[in-house]
C-alpha cells in the first residue's frame, strides 16, 4: 500500500474514534496494532494538526532553502578538499616513482 493511502486511513479511523463513532481498541484492530500504538499515532496526528493549523509567514520559508545551500556548499568545500589531497598525493607518488627510476 502506498504511504499515502495508509496515513489516509488511519486519519480516518483516528477521526471516526474521536467523534465517538469508533472505539479505539476497534481502530487498533482494523489498522493490525497494539492499543499503545494507536493511542501513539493518534497523538502524532493531534500534534501534526496543530502544528499545520498554526499561523504561518507568506512566501517560501527561506531558512530552509539557505540551510540547503549552505549544506551544499560545505559538501563542495569538503569534496575540493579531497580532490585537492589526492592530486597531491598522486604527484608525490609520481615524484617517488621518478627518483626510484633515477637510482636504478
Not at 14 to 23: A, E
Amino acid at each position: 500500500m502506498e504511504s499515502e493511502t495508509i496515513a489516509r486511513q488511519r486519519a480516518e479511523l483516528i477521526i471516526q474514534v474521536r467523534s465517538g463513532k469508533l472505539t479505539a481498541k476497534a481502530a487498533a484492530q482494523q489498522l493490525g496494532v497494539s492499543r499503545k500504538t494507536y493511542y501513539k499515532w493518534e497523538q502524532r496526528a493531534l500534534e501534526g494538526m496543530v502544528t499545520a493549523l498554526g499561523e504561518r509567514e507568506n512566501g517560501r520559508p527561506a531558512l530552509e532553502r539557505d540551510a540547503e545551500r549552505e549544506r551544499l556548499r560545505e559538501q563542495v568545500k569538503v569534496l575540493e578538499e579531497q580532490l585537492r589531497n589526492r592530486e597531491q598525493a598522486m604527484r608525490i607518488k609520481e615524484i617517488m616513482e621518478e627518483a626510484g627510476e633515477k637510482k636504478e
